[in-house]
């Protein structure tokens, strides 16, 4: 989609501080981090919404929250995390987020794009 922001970021026509990436999925960190440890996960497939979720998409999104299992654990975000999906406006995409929060909660955002699109 040319004018979405995530897949500009996938396209690197946007700048971001890639923290992993394989053939199906980017992950990067966000750019307003609201906690020490703040990522967000997307997918390299543009996917408008999480209603716009079809059936073989499941694997894709499995693929997110894996990815995020693992960036925890590498991050060493061990005493736990929350995983949270929004549907943002302006048909924001799916995508994941992990944060780490301040003291002992971690918090996964998936399909969470506030951090990104309340920028503007
Ligand atoms: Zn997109």
């Known amino acids: 989609m040319d004018n979405c922001l995530f897949c500009k970021i996938v396209r690197g026509e946007i700048p971001s ?19 020490p440890t703040h990522i967000l996960i997307i ?5 408008a919404s999480i ?12 693929h997110i929250v894996r990815t ?6 590498d991050k ?20 994941a987020g992990v944060i780490r929060a301040p003291r002992e909660c971690f918090e996964m ?4 794009f506030s951090a990104a699109y309340d920028r503007d």
């Open 17 to 35: 501080s890639r923290v992993y990436e394989d053939d199906k999925v980017l992950a990067f960190n966000d750019i307003d981090p609201k906690a």
């Open 43 to 47: 997918p390299k497939k543009h996917i």
């Open 51 to 62: 209603a716009a979720l079809e059936d073989q998409d499941c694997e894709l999104v499995a």
């Open 68 to 73: 995020a299992k693992q960036l925890a654990a």
């Open 76 to 95: 060493g975000l061990d005493n736990g995390f929350r995983l949270v999906a929004n549907t943002g406006r302006d048909g924001g995409q799916i995508g």
């Open 109 to 112: 955002a998936a399909a969470a």
